[in-house]
Nanobody, 114 residues
């Protein structure tokens, strides 16, 4: 069993920054991929960024270089640094771990508004 705990969401003005953190615990394999998704009201959940065991990262084009995904001090922690936030970034952000099956965190709200 794997448990994911997210933190770092909140309210920020356009142009501001937030860092989301996700800590995974439990039986985690070395090949696990960790990802951040987001879901806005009325929209489907979409992938934001991912990182694999080798540290290779991928972010969707809509990020436009504004977000950076990295691992924390331990490999079971990933941090999503989000800069130049826009109102369209408003969503619930979910941490995901993929190893044989998907595991999800409960989500953390990010609201970008003036």
């Amino acid at each position: 069993q794997v448990t994911l705990v997210e933190s770092g969401g909140g309210l920020v003005r356009p142009g501001g920054s937030l860092t989301l953190s996700c800590e995974a615990s439990g039986h985690i394999f070395s090949f696990a991929i960790m990802r951040w998704y987001r879901q806005s009201p009325g929209k489907e959940r979409e992938l934001v960024c991912s990182i694999n065991n080798d540290g290779f990262t991928f972010c969707q084009p809509f990020v436009k270089g504004r977000f950076k995904l990295s691992r924390g001090i331990t490999k079971n922690v990933v941090n999503l640094q989000m800069d130049s936030l826009e109102p369209d970034d408003t969503a619930v952000y979910y941490c995901n771990l993929l190893q044989a099956r998907d595991y999800w965190g409960p989500g953390t709200q990010v609201t970008v508004t003036s």
